[in-house]
């Protein structure tokens, strides 16, 4: 096959700099590290895309004692899966990331929320952090990380349910304002980033920001990991270079049958075949075309696929892990469900649909968090690009 | 009861008594315990001073946390998308002749129960279940009996 996406090696790749970079980074002015952050051009790579930079100087500004550092691993986002191989070939990247994130931001006590789905990852990485312990001392860096295991609860992945989690709470999202950098985890300034987001700042603090800032296009700089699967003849793990046309992607990963790819999971955007070529993957800029975030799931349907079925699943998927706090959402991804159902069986006309439609957009208005939020990223751009299929 | 008892009082030694400790100390019940009984509800509430409706209303948001008996080993197959495409169907069915019960249900033994679950994040190894924290992927018919066999063989070796 011929292969048009450079594959590239930042993130996986098998370097043990933390000493070295830990006694650069501690020597240096606060400030400036945040800058070559901020000039980076890194975003969070947990799916929203917040300024990393920006995210550690609002949490180093604010005039708490207590302040916590948290890595970001509940990954239970459908078709996402590179967090766990990070945490499983290179932890000691985010590790680093923790520590000089903690550093600037005046955190003693980081934690990894891990998963309850990664539960046999916990041995190995326990031994990573016992001699990262060991390299902090030495280094007079007063931190400790901990891990602390989910239980299964998808909503956990956001960041305020998971603060709820680690508080021996039901995993239900807070509003916001205050947003975590102000009242975060017990209610003190907290950072919380991404696994991937982490291992980034590794490399930038290691080779610099022009070197990352080098790499994708405006608005959307660096590299992504990219779990790709479904119908495809590689599937895996690929660090790629962000504003790829999702033409170029499928060329090197579809099957020859693609006609459908679902970009950023269950909660991110279904694309049709005759939308590939100017949709660019990216987080929304000025790019050309149709740009889309995502926590770099890349979920490949070739045509013998119902659409139908796909749909159907992900709703499922969300009745289930809505945390039922509020009503848009618990009640409105019901909703959806039965309604694609009666029309399916032929109960509910096919304008029913538009209902649907509308019922959807009003959960992106009304829903209390970003999961009841994004149902109608899936749900209106699949039910608008296969709507025969979910009638017939 | 006193069983009960005395493991919640050494989880409660080990994790504290703060509200942060709630989660890992019902996980340390589930892994002795595979379930989260009353009894063991009305303990964690009275080590961690809290009230018993503070613990179930945590307990029973998360899917991991069992109230009601499970068996020894916990099988949770992949229901996700990813896994749906790759015969998942096909996995539970050959689990249910098997292990001679329907998916939700456990075996008479106790050895065995078979749960469907989310994304378990091995979707390009899929069709992929995990038996209690252990992941098994790119799952087959074959390969299925063979997993349950090994699980077997490891109970008559312990008794
Ligand atoms: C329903 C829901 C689930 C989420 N799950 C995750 C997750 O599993 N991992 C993650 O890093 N971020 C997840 N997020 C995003 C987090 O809330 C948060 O934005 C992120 O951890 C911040 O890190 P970043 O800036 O490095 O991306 C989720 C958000 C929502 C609304
Ligand atoms: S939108 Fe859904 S998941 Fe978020 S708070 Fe409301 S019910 Fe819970
Ligand atoms: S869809 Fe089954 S592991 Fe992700």
């Known amino acids: 096959m011929k292969k048009n996406l450079q594959r590239l090696d930042l993130i996986f790749k098998n370097e043990h700099d933390t000493e070295v970079i830990l006694r650069k980074t501690i020597g240096r002015k606060c400030d400036d590290v945040i800058n070559d952050l901020i000039s980076s051009g890194l975003k969070g790579r947990g799916g929203a895309g917040f300024p990393t930079g920006l995210k550690w100087k609002l949490a180093a500004e604010a005039n708490q004692p207590d302040k916590f550092v948290i890595c970001n691993a509940d990954e239970g986002e459908p078709g996402t899966f590179k967090d766990r191989e990070i945490l499983s070939s290179v932890p000691h990247k985010v590790l680093t990331g923790m520590a000089v994130c903690a550093h600037i931001i005046g955190a003693k006590k980081g934690f990894i929320y891990l998963r309850g789905e990664y539960k046999f990852l916990k041995p190995s990485l326990q031994k990573v952090i016992d001699d990262f312990h060991v390299l902090l001392d030495d280094l007079k860096i007063d931190l400790r990380v901990a891990i602390f295991l989910g239980s299964g609860a998808y909503i956990c992945g ?33 950072v919380i980033n991404n696994v991937e987001t982490l291992a980034h700042t590794y490399s930038i603090l290691k080779y610099g920001p022009d070197k990352f800032k080098d790499l994708g296009v405006q608005d959307s700089r660096g590299s992504k990991v ?100 509020c009503t848009p959402c618990r009640v409105g991804t019901q909703q959806l469900l039965l309604g694609i159902q009666a029309v399916k069986k032929g109960e509910q006309p096919s304008s029913y649909l538009d209902r649907l439609l509308d019922l959807a957009e009003a959960m992106r208005v009304t829903a209390k968090c970003g999961l009841g939020q994004s149902v109608a990223n899936s749900f209106s751009s699949i039910v608008e690009n296969f709507r025969e299929e979910m009638i017939y | 009861m006193a069983e009960v008892k005395q493991l919640v009082k050494g989880l409660a030694d080990q994790h504290g008594r703060s509200m942060e400790s709630l989660l890992p100390i019902l996980q340390g019940i589930i892994n002795q315990e595979q379930h989260i009984s009353e009894d063991a509800m009305v303990e964690v509430a009275r080590e961690l001073n809290i009230s018993a409706a503070q613990v179930y209303g945590t307990a029973t948001f998360y899917s991991f946390l069992h109230t009601k008996p499970l068996g020894k080993y916990v099988i949770r197959v992949c229901k996700t998308i990813t896994c749906m495409m790759h015969g998942k169907n096909q996995i539970i069915q050959e689990l249910e002749a098997v292990l001679k019960i329907n998916l939700g249900e456990t075996t008479h033994d106790r050895l065995f129960t078979l749960l469907e679950t989310n994304c378990l994040g091995q979707c390009h190894k899929g069709p992929a279940m995990l038996v209690n924290d252990e992941p098994y992927t790119e799952l087959t018919p074959e390969k299925v009996r063979a997993i349950i066999m090994k699980y ?8």
């Open chain 1, 226 to 325: 990219f779990s790709v699967s479904g119908d495809t003849p590689i599937p895996g793990i690929y660090e790629l270079e962000f504003g790829m046309s999702l033409q170029k992607f499928v060329d090197d990963f579809g099957d020859g049958d693609s006609k459908a790819v679902q970009v950023g999971g269950a909660s991110g955007f279904c694309v049709p075949r005759k939308k590939f070529e100017k949709t660019i993957i990216g987080y929304q800029g000025k790019l050309r075309g149709t740009s889309l975030p995502t926590g770099g799931s890349m979920m490949i349907f070739n045509s013998s696929r119902s659409m139908y079925n796909v749909l159907h699943n992900y709703l499922d998927f969300f009745v289930e892990e809505s945390c039922g706090q």
């Open chain 2, 152 to 159: 077997k063989q490891q109970e008559l070796n312990v008794n």
């Open chain 1, 158 to 190: 956001e960041e305020s349910a998971l603060f709820e989690s680690m508080e021996g709470k039901r995993g239900e999202p807070r509003n916001k304002p205050p947003f975590p950098t102000d009242f975060g985890y017990k209610g003190q300034p907290t």
